[in-house]
Structures are given as structure tokens and as C-alpha cells.
């Protein structure tokens, strides 16, 4: 499995095309087109929101999960966009029966709430993600195999309609939702999407019992997960290893190994606490050297030193058994490179992150820091073959973390990252 340690945008599709290679299976388990993960091949570039990025492998199957919130008109947008380059999808995309679905109301009401609330907004990407599971824990969610029967999908559809446009009209004065043309909508969808629609868990079950192997692809990342994360600024599902199993119906037991992927540094888009966060100067020239801009929504992201506290606590809450550090190229240029050890609080040192946003925002980081190496890394091809004080500021970061780092990536590009 590999999941995001920090708040996404680790470099999770590149590590994800590295392993590929020699998995059968690709499963995405979480989130939803939220996502944007990026897998460079040759001179093109892919970003992926909702179909696992294994596609990109000839051979391989790809499964989205129950767990995963899937917008139909966006899910066929990218189907058909892979296709145009050449990209086979038909025979090696599943997708699950119990998944739920997003509709425009979703992604309205997405835009409402953070307007609504104005500053104290969490930054969504504003595709309806947190709109979308609200309903599913509400249990008044439309999945794909309601879609698939047009008595009950017709039934479920008014029923929310009549709830949400009362919240449209009167909370929000804002214009309410027209039945049929939804519906009109997603009966076009339905006859596309058929094809693809699966049950998931026997699937992945019969495949495990044939000797498969199976990559799970987290997306997002753990200090955005609803439980472990910066709550209220996270998103609304579990990004964290445990979701795979839920998001999926493969059971814990099945799974043997959980990557985490870093960047050497950290960022983070939208809103809420990041203690380790740059000053301005630094910000812009990590932000431009990294090409810090989200693959999904394209806003700056935000930019700071790495925080081995978060990164520990990740380790702690996945079960990691090994982390892959990513970007290390991107801190080539600086003479100093720091890494936050702990947290000081009231005077107090802090090994493990605060309980409430309050605190969150209270804490300040105690760095160590360590000289730079000031060389191009960009064409390293081993452990041995980096600067000295990169080898050490990894071996530090081992330390730190208390586990071992077992990928190095150093470019966007699929041959620019080694095993250690
Ligand atoms: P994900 O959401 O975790 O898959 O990550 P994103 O794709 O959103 O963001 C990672 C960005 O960094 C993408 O633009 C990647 O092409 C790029 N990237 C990945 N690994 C490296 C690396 O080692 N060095 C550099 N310079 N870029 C990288
Ligand atoms: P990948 O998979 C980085 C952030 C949003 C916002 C918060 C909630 O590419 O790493 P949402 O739309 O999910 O309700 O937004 O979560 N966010 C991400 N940040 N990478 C992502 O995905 C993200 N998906 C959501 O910016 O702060
Ligand atoms: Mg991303």
C-alpha cells in the first residue's frame, strides 16, 4: 500500500508507476477526484484524479473501490482523455457497485458552505467531496448500482432533491436543482458507465486467492484524514491505511506492506495549521524550484521545512513499514537545509501533535539544521552516488523517523528515483 505521511501532494502517483511494475492490481480506496496525482512518462505527463495511476501499465487491472466518491461526468472525462492517448482502459478499469456517487447539489453545496463561512473556510477543491460522504453517513447516498436500476435511482434522486433544494432555497438562497435535467444526466452516464461496474471485493479476493498481488493507491494524505488529521481541515474520508480495508472489502490481514510517501520537505493546499510553514522569500523560491501548484485546482501551495513530528506520528497511525522520500532535488540549491524535531508548547516540549487546532496553531517548531549540499542531484542514480550531506540529511531523517527510507526520487521523471 502506499499513502501520503503529510497533507498530500507527496509524489504519491510517481511512486505509485514505480511499483507497478511488478503488481498485478492498482486499487484506489479513498477520496475522490479531489485527488491529482501525477506520473510523468517519456516527455508527457498524466495527472490522474480518479483512475488508479497503474493504468498507465499495459497488463495491469484497475480497480476504483467502494470507499472512493465518484463523479460520473468526471470519471468518463478522464476515460476518455487516457484514450486519446493511446492509453488502454476498457478491459483493465473496474469500478465498484457500492461506490457513491456525486451530483452537481454536491458540488454546490461544497461552494456554498466555504462561501458561506468566508474565512474560516477550509479551502476545498470544490468537487464535492465532503458534500458527498455527509450524505453516505447520512445513509441517503446514490451509489452506482442504484444508478443502475432506474426504479429506485429515480426514487432516491427526488428524495434528496426535495431535502437539498429546501436548503438551497432557504439557507443559502441560492437556485434549486431541477429534477429531470439531473436525471436526463445520469441516465446518459449510467449506459457509459456500465461497463465498468464490478463487485470489487470478490474480485480482489479471488485474485488475492489466485497468488495476485494488489497495490493500494491512498489518496490525499494522513494530516488530511477525517480521523487522524488537522480536523476540521481535512478531507472528509480516511486517507490513512486502515481505509484501504473498509474502501475496498479486502480484509487487514491480507496486507503486508505500507509505504509512506514524504516529500524532503512539506506542503500543504488550503486552509489550517503548518507549524513548520516558510517565510515569504523561501516560500516563493521552494514554491517555483518545486513547481508547488495543485495538480487539481491549481492554486500556490503552500511550503515549509520538513516535520519529522508529523511524519513520526504518520508512521505510528499507517503501521508504515518504510517511507520514500521524494523531491530531494528540489532542496538542491539551498545552503541550509532544517528539519523540525519536536514542538515547544507553553514552554513545554511536545514529541506528538496537539489534540485541537487551537494548540495547532500555538505550537512553534524546534529545528535542527543542517548544512546543504548545494549540487545537482537530478541525474543520482544510487544511495552512493548523492552529495555527502544529502546522504546524511537522509540518514538524519531516518533516524528521526525510525524507519527506513527505502525509495529516493530526485525528478519528476519515472527513471529518476532508486531503491535504497
Ligand atoms: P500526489 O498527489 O502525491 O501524486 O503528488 P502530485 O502529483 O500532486 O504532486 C507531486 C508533483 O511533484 C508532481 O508534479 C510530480 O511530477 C512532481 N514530482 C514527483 N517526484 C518528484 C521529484 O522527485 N522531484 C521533482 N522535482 N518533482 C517530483
Ligand atoms: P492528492 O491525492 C492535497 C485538500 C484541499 C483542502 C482539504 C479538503 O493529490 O494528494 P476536499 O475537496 O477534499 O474537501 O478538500 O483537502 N486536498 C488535497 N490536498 N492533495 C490532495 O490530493 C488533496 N485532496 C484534498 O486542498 O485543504
Ligand atoms: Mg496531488
Redesign the pocket.
Known sequence: MVV?AQW???????VIDLLTEKVDFVVRFQGGNN????V?VGEQ?F?MHLIPSGILHSGKFCVIGNGVVVDPGALLEEIESLKKRGIEVDDHLGVSDQAHLIFPYHKALDKLREAKVGPGKIGTTGRGIGPCYTDKAARVGIRLADLLDDEVFRRKLKLNLEEKNALFRSFYQAPAFEFEAIYQEYCGYRERIAPYCINAPVILNRAIQEGKSILFEGAQGTWLDIDHGTYPYVTSSNATAGGACVGTGVGPTQIDQVIG?VKAYTTRVGEGPFPTEFPPVLMEQIRSK??EFG?TTGRPRRCGWFDAVLVRHAILVNGMTEIAV?????LDDSPRVKIATHYRLEGKTLEAPPATIDRWNQVEPVYEEHPGWLTDTTQVSCFEDLPPQARRYLKRLEELLRVKISIV????KRE??FHV
Do not use: N, P, Y
Open positions: 501520503g498530500g501532494d507527496e509524489g504519491k502517483g510517481k485527488a491529482g496525482h501525477t510523468v505527463e495527472v510517501v518545486g513547481k495538480a521524494t523531491k530531494l532535488d528540489v526520487s530526485v525528478g519528476s529518476q528515483a
